[in-house]
């Protein structure tokens, strides 16, 4: 076996993640990202101009429960963990936020700075908690991992109640949050900046995602969630790269749940059930499991959803007590259904619908000009 070892070259012991010199196109890659968050930006900006109120609200919350489904995104699709404990972190986040921001309150602090630095305080705190379901989560596979994941779903917000003196029970805590900038007008839509401060958040973690997904981490991600025993013998630790996929994947939760609860200007245990982890779950399946763009589409649809629900009980006419007991159910009876359909007629979810009607869109286009 010595002599074997010695007649091996060195560079065949490398780690495949980590061989081969820089990749010259890491440069273009994050100058394209960063030109993308730009232009989103841009047209979110111009956009909030031209929406109503509400419709500003709508989309900072589409924001906020995009860095949840992101963060799933690259956990379940890109290294292949199911987590059914999200709703938890987003609620660990929020809380998080919320204990802050009332600390502040207390002392008697104001600043443009203390929002920022709760929602970083959120981040860190969740990241915590997910190195720890992380650890745990590493060593576990299939069923016994949903089973952890699920525990913690339901023991988080749990804890909220327990501790009641802290939290406030299920009465939650109160979020205050300083109204937008005297420089912005002062009939400057509250709305429109809340649209704002969300979608700088949203967008910085995106573009740390997306840059995360091309890099090598990207790389090793997807070669555990393809073959663990093939990235092993590759020397990627597949241990390690599944804590550092679910420690991301928490810290955007958290993000997401902080961003909600400064929307939502409080928090409470109800906000976060066990229910908002399976919406998650189903919403990032729906939008397609491959790409961020599909946690996007999922986004969209958990903050559709409730309207259409709405929108459906009215439409029906129904008696107080049965719409309450609708709106109750429905939601998850559309998700099921939707989620049914979109395996059945788009197996990659709705981004890969479009991608693939893009493509023929593309490869019929050269045929006219022929033509």
Known sequence: MSATRAATPPQARVPAADAGPADPRRGSTLLRH???AAVAALLLVAA?????????????TVAAYLCATAGLTVLTGLNGQLSLGH???MATGAYTTALCQNAFADAGMTGGWLLPVSLAAAVVATLGVGAVVGVAAARLRGPYLAGVTLAVAVVVPALAVTFDGVFNG????????????????AYFPYERWQLWVTAA?????????????????????????????????????????QVLAFVVSAACAGLGGALLAVLAQSVSPGAFSLTLSLFLLMAVVIGGLGSLAG??????????????????????????????????????????VTLIVVM???????????????RALAARLPRRRRS
Do not use: C, K
């Not at 909030?48 to 900072?60: D, H, I, K, T, V």
């Not at 299920?170 to 007008?185: D, I, K, R, Y």
């Not at 007629?345 to 619908?353: I, M, N």
């Open 344 to 358: 059945i007629a788009a197996p990659g979810g709705v981004q890969g619908l479009v991608a693939r009607l893009g």
């Open 48 to 60: 909030s101009y031209g929406l109503e109120p509400f419709r500003n609200f709508q989309l900072a």
């Open 295 to 336: 946690a996007l589409w999922g986004a969209v649809l958990l903050v559709a959803l409730p309207d259409l629900t709405h929108a459906l009980t009215d439409w029906l006419s129904l008696s107080p007590a049965a719409a309450q007991r609708m709106e109750g159910n429905l939601p998850l009876a559309i998700f099921g």
């Open 34 to 36: 960063l030109g993308l």
């Open 170 to 185: 299920e009465q939650g805590l109160a979020v205050p949050v300083e109204p937008s900038p005297a420089a912005l007008g």
């Open 201 to 241: 958040a949203t967008l910085l973690a995106l573009l740390l995602l997306a840059n995360l997904v091309r890099s090598r981490y990207g790389r090793t991600f997807r070669a555990v969630r393809d073959d663990e025993v093939a990235a092993r013998l590759a020397g990627i630790h597949v241990a390690r790269t």
């Open 87 to 89: 709703g938890a972190l």
